[in-house]
């Protein structure tokens, strides 16, 4: 197996040569660029030759900025089997990814709504979520086989995302730790919908029209 160029000789000198190529890629992530190694390096000011020896592509450095990219699961394999649970713990995981890539995101998404935007999205948005959604809610392919889980980690996903977040945040005026706690309820709430969670049934018809028009029904 080979090993890494930083792990050989130098390690603490390498570290911080890799450090920065990391650091100057989440930079230019949270300005709206997909860093190239180039970009990195000329940012970092560290040659080009010597960050190709750290990164020898695009791919493994933004990996490397943000390792969650690569993950197909935000789930640990002694993950519970209750489906709840286990969205409740990739609602957790993807809430601590929006605060912790809050200006990168915002940035992706700024791009995303530019018109002529590249069709495959910016690096940080297609569609990681609903894919760790989708590993969350699994189990309910036995249990539920009707139930249509892609849509439904749609309506989680878009209740939950950065989208909403910046909604909460800057529209609704509430701190980020409550903005959070809200995407999280509604998540679960959306879930509990679905499987038919307690819910009023729905007033018969002639009572919704004698609500509408303020008179009692007789």
């Given amino acids: 197996m080979a090993i890494p160029y930083e792990q050989t000789g130098r390690r603490h000198q390498k570290s911080r040569t890799r450090d920065a190529l990391v650091a100057a890629a989440r930079g230019l992530l949270a300005s709206g660029t997909a860093p190239t190694v180039e970009q990195a390096a000329h940012a970092a000011s560290i040659s080009r030759t010597t960050a190709y020896r750290y990164f020898p592509n695009q791919r493994a450095l933004v990996v490397a900025a943000h390792p969650e990219i690569d993950h197909s699961s935000l789930l640990h394999t002694d993950a519970p089997a209750d489906p709840e649970q286990r969205l409740d713990l990739v609602l957790h995981e993807t809430a601590r990814i929006v605060l912790d890539w809050e ?3 915002r940035a992706s998404l700024r791009l995303s709504l530019e018109p002529g935007a590249d069709p495959s999205g910016p690096v940080l948005r297609r569609g990681r979520v609903i894919g760790w959604l ?32 910046i909604w909460l945040v800057d529209i ?22 679905r499987l038919g969670g307690a819910r ?12 509408r028009s303020g008179r009692r029904p007789r």
């Fill in 134 to 165: 989708l590993d969350a809610l699994a189990p309910l392919e036995a249990t539920h086989p009707d139930l249509d889980l892609h849509r439904l980690a749609v309506a989680i996903r878009s209740a939950t995302g950065i989208e909403a977040f």
């Fill in 172 to 193: 609704a005026g509430l701190p980020r730790g409550e903005a959070v706690e809200v995407m999280h309820d509604n998540g679960r709430a959306i879930l509990r919908d």
């Fill in 200 to 211: 009023p049934p729905p007033p018969p018809a002639h009572e919704s029209r004698a609500a």
């Fill in 103 to 105: 200006a990168q995101l």
